[in-house]
């Protein structure tokens, strides 16, 4: 009975110090990306590098594991400065890919620069409308140059002011070119239609993908 006791006291014990360990945060500095984080993501094998994305005013790089930010060297050649998700290459993690509600941009330096890829997306002429919004780029797990760009936004801008919401654009070329594939809610193009999450299901040559859209349930396409 003693030893049984020892053991819960034991067991509390390291229970308590593992539940101490991961509920100690440390705030990071500033990265200055705006009045909201709407993006966070950390390089693949390097740790060190992390990269914020915000509402307003661009990205925030550290190449320091948030210690330090830079927004110098990170914002060259955006258009915008409202992000949503980033999306790093499976092959190369120096190549990245932002989502944005100026469609898909692209850094093949690390994030020191970005290009615009919005070639077979819709033009968008108007700043207070945003024609093809895209709230993530995905890499299918067996092939790195077919991506899709997922048509949406965590953020609720005003009804009339961004359209096609719930579209499903397509690029077999790395991202040159893009072709709209689908609508995730046939006829909608709206806030009723926006794609706030979206994954490919498990499996090196899965091909089932699940999107969560605002107010509505979760969406399964094979």
Request: proline share 5%; aromatic share 12%.
């Given at each position: 009975?003693?030893?049984?006791?020892?053991?819960?006291?034991?067991?509390?014990?390291?229970?308590?110090?593992?539940?101490?360990?991961?509920?100690?945060?440390?705030?990071?500095?500033?990265?200055?990306?705006?009045?909201?984080?709407?993006?966070?993501?950390?390089?693949?094998g390097g740790s060190q590098r992390v990269f914020v994305g915000g509402d307003m005013l661009g990205v925030g790089r550290s190449v320091d594991g948030g210690k330090h930010w830079t927004q110098a060297d990170a914002n060259a050649g955006l258009k915008t400065g409202e992000f949503a998700?980033?999306?790093?290459?499976?092959?190369?993690?120096?190549?990245?890919?932002?989502?944005?509600?100026?469609?898909?941009?692209?850094?093949?330096h690390g994030g020191r620069s970005w290009s615009q890829r919005r070639e077979g997306l819709l033009s968008d002429r108007q700043w207070t409308k945003y024609s093809a919004p895209i709230q993530k780029i995905l890499f299918d797990p067996a092939?790195?140059?077919h991506l899709l760009a997922l048509g949406g936004n965590k953020r609720k801008f005003d009804v009339g002011k961004c359209f096609n919401y719930g579209a499903v654009w397509e690029s077999?070329?790395?991202?040159?070119?893009?072709v709209l594939r689908s609508r995730i809610i046939p006829g909608l193009t709206n806030h009723e239609a926006n794609i706030t999450c979206?994954?490919?299901?498990?499996?090196?040559?899965?091909?089932?993908?699940?999107?969560a859209v605002t107010g509505k349930q979760l969406y399964n396409k094979k």
């Open positions: 009975m003693h030893n049984f006791r020892m053991f819960l006291v034991c067991a509390f014990m390291l229970q308590a110090r593992v539940v101490a360990e991961v509920l100690h945060w440390e705030p990071l500095l500033e990265p200055g990306v705006g009045g909201a984080v709407t993006a966070l993501a950390v390089a693949p998700e980033f999306t790093f290459d499976p092959v190369d993690s120096n190549c990245l890919w932002m989502a944005t509600m100026d469609g898909p941009y692209q850094s093949r092939d790195a140059r077999q070329d790395a991202g040159e070119d893009w979206v994954a490919y299901g498990a499996g090196a040559h899965s091909q089932t993908l699940f999107a």
